[in-house]
Antibody, heavy 118, light 111 residues
Framework: QVQLQESGPGLVKPSQTLSLTCTVS??????????WSWIRQHPGKGLEWIGY???????YYNPSLKSRVTISVDTSKNQFSLKLSSVTAADTAVYYC??????????WGQGTLVTVSS | QSVLTQPPSVSAAPGQKVTISCSGS????????VSWYQQLPGTAPKLLIY???KRPSGIPDRFSGSKSGTSATLGITGLQTGDEADYYC????????????FGGGTKLTVL
């Protein structure tokens, strides 16, 4: 079955750009029908949707983060990526990638903690 | 402040039944499908219910979902200590700030 795995630096300095990659296995991003998404969870808090991308490159972003977010896809590597610019301590969170269809997310990656600190 | 409103916590004894509510509006729950997720301590969320009341393969029928108007409910019967987790509802919001939205989460304690 489809599995997702996040990767990237666990520590990012304030004002810099957070960059994460999600590698999809067990299925092809290019097969279509699904969107590929990023979600984050601040420590001890709830879930916050960041955005999605379709294999064609179409994107949808959370309006509250839109000015700082870029999600891209590399179908040749079966990966999609997140860039969040101008980070502050408020961006410290566990970042998850997940597959999205219609209104549900499944499966999810295991998540990766990103800490913003100097 | 989450777009969808859930009780912060619920509790019940093993073997009992519990329900978790999720309240929204016409721009989200009222006109879109609802999903539910279980997040065990230290793990990623896991899909429990999709399209209001459907269970993915492998999810026991102790878990059920329903929707009425602008509210949704997750039901869990035959509670087990392994059900202790945070539960989140989610849906699409069609308002000007369109996108996926979640409830604030409900901590289930099995006494």
């Amino acid at each position: 079955q489809v599995q997702l795995q996040e990767s990237g630096p666990g520590l990012v300095k304030p004002s810099q750009t957070l960059s994460l990659t999600c590698t999809v296995s067990g299925g092809s991003i290019s097969s279509g029908g699904y969107y590929w998404s990023w979600i984050r969870q601040h420590p001890g808090k709830g879930l916050e949707w960041i955005g999605y991308i379709y294999y064609s490159g179409s994107t949808y972003y959370n309006p509250s983060l839109k000015s700082r977010v870029t999600i891209s896809v590399d179908t040749s590597k079966n990966q999609f990526s997140l860039k969040l610019s101008s980070v502050t301590a408020a961006d410290t969170a566990v970042y998850y990638c997940a597959r999205w269809l219609r209104s549900w997310f499944d499966p999810w990656g295991q998540g990766t903690l990103v800490t913003v600190s100097s | 402040q989450s777009v969808l409103t859930q009780p912060p916590s619920v509790s019940a004894a093993p073997g009992q039944k519990v329900t978790i509510s999720c309240s929204g509006s016409s721009s989200n729950i009222g006109n879109n499908y609802v999903s539910w997720y279980q997040q065990l301590p230290g793990t990623a969320p896991k899909l429990l219910i999709y399209d209001n009341n459907k269970r993915p393969s492998g999810i026991p029928d102790r878990f059920s979902g329903s929707k009425s108007g602008t509210s949704a409910t997750l039901g869990i019967t035959g509670l087990q200590t392994g059900d202790e987790a945070d539960y989140y509802c989610g849906t699409w919001d069609s308002s000007l700030s369109a996108g996926s939205v979640f409830g604030g989460g409900t901590k289930l304690t099995v006494l």
